[in-house]
């Protein structure tokens, strides 16, 4: 946090990336969130209707991105994480600048390596970097096509089910 805390408190732009774990973030991730409590003031004030911390003088204020991955099919097993990543903005003082969100992840590389047509996913992720960059907000259209739906959900369960099932073979094989 040392080298860490002083590029947090610079950034134009923060970008939290993590997988969906047990409906929140990784906890490295959540370590890392609640390290940057030392970017408030010990002292409350009224924002927004809500008592919270007003930031340190040496913080800018700052746009914060999810980015995240989750091997659940369906969209809404990002919710959790979204609201808590709203609410870590709300306290940090920082806009939610939107969420880049790839649900059934897993079957993007198999379906990259197999030259199926999901070259779209990847070209509206880098779209949204840009946008970013350039408007400091990504349209819902873009969030959209990175989230898109790769394959039918049946179709994923059983492709995800064939590989775990290879996966558990090839442990209790030893391999």
Not at 8 to 17: E, S, T, W
Not at 30 to 54: A, C, G, S, W, Y
Not at 115 to 143: N, Y
Request: net charge neutral; with cysteine; aromatic share 6%.
């Amino acid at each position: 946090m040392t080298w860490l805390d002083p590029k947090i408190r610079d950034a134009d732009i923060l970008i939290l990336a993590s997988p969906v774990y047990c409906d929140g973030v990784t906890g490295p991730m959540k370590t890392l969130m609640d390290r940057t409590v030392t970017q408030i003031m010990p002292v409350l004030e009224i924002r927004d209707n809500h008592t919270r911390h007003p930031l340190q003088k040496n913080v800018k204020k700052s746009k914060i991105v999810l980015v995240s991955n989750c091997g659940f099919w369906e969209r809404d097993n990002f919710d959790p994480l979204i609201m808590h990543i709203q609410a870590y903005c709300k306290n940090a003082n920082a806009e939610f600048a939107g969420a880049l969100l790839r649900p059934h992840g897993e079957a993007l590389r198999p379906m990259l390596d197999m030259g199926m047509p999901i070259k779209d996913v990847l070209d509206a992720a880098k779209e949204a970097g840009r946008q970013l960059a350039t408007t400091g907000k990504i349209s819902a259209d873009t969030l959209n096509a990175v989230s898109r739906d790769l394959l039918p959900r049946d179709m994923y369960l059983q492709v995800a089910n064939a590989s775990l099932s290879d996966f558990l073979d090839k442990s209790r094989a030893g391999q």
